[in-house]
């Protein structure tokens, strides 16, 4: 068994998913696949904070699946995953207005995540 503590990343979220995390209903979270991210795994933690605020929210990772591109991250992930509150031509608005083509191009992460508690 190992002790290693594990790795915490330190990650900005707009409030109204950063809501939807906290109360456990928001189970995916969408990244660009970043070279700070790309290394990503299950185990780690994630704190996400709203900037500006104090306010945080510790996750733990349990799977980082990618994908191309952000349709195919909805498609594969399910909507309601992402975001319970909008429709999936919603999110890959609202996501795309966050990334632009050069940065989709990258490719998405699709990061399963839990509350810690």
Known sequence: MSNATPRVR???LYRQY??????????IEVRVKYPHLAVLAAGDVIRFHIKGTEETCEVEVRRVTEYPDFE????????SNVNPTAT?????????AI???????????????????
């Open 10 to 12: 330190e990650l900005n």
């Open 18 to 27: 950063f809501d939807l995390v906290a109360a456990g209903t928001k189970t």
């Open 72 to 79: 195919a991250l909805l498609d594969g992930e399910g909507p």
């Open 88 to 96: 999936r031509d919603e999110q890959l608005a609202n996501i795309r």
């Open 99 to 117: 990334y632009p083509p050069d940065k989709e191009a990258l490719g998405a992460l699709a990061i399963q995540m839990e509350v810690r508690s």
